[in-house]
């Protein structure tokens, strides 16, 4: 499976942003998805995370702010980021697993296929 991530960009503080994931060479059915994004000299974290069929999990403090959904008939993973600030200045990777229990949703290590990144800068 190879995945395309999209949707980043330049945006001041207080927009919304909305990154899509979308699967080729194979579909998200059955797969686990999340979302996790880097900065220069960080670890990657966990933005959010969706496992098959549906249940979610979300990083520390942004489940107030942040939307992960799916779209099966389209393919696609979707990131909804509201009231976006500088904080959220980062490159987003979505990565998608066969197997990923509940509790491993925001590790990086439960995944197997990642896609390339998009970035989203927010100035203030």
């Known amino acids: 499976v190879q995945l395309q991530a999209s949707g980043g960009g330049l945006v001041q503080a207080g927009d919304s942003l909305r990154l899509s994931c979308v699967a080729s060479?194979?579909?998200?059915?059955?797969?686990?998805v999340g979302w996790f994004r880097q900065v220069p000299g960080k670890e990657r974290a966990s933005v959010a995370g969706i496992r098959w069929p549906g249940s979610i999990a979300y990083g520390d403090s942004l489940k107030e702010r942040f939307t992960i959904s799916r779209d099966s008939g389209k393919n696609t993973v979707y990131l909804q980021m509201n009231g976006l600030t500088s904080e959220d200045t980062a490159l987003y990777y979505c990565a998608a697993a066969s197997r990923v229990i509940y509790s491993m949703l925001g590790m990086p290590s439960s995944y197997e296929y990642w896609g390339q990144g998009t970035l989203v800068t927010v100035s203030s």
């Open positions: 060479g194979g579909t998200f059915s059955g797969l686990s």
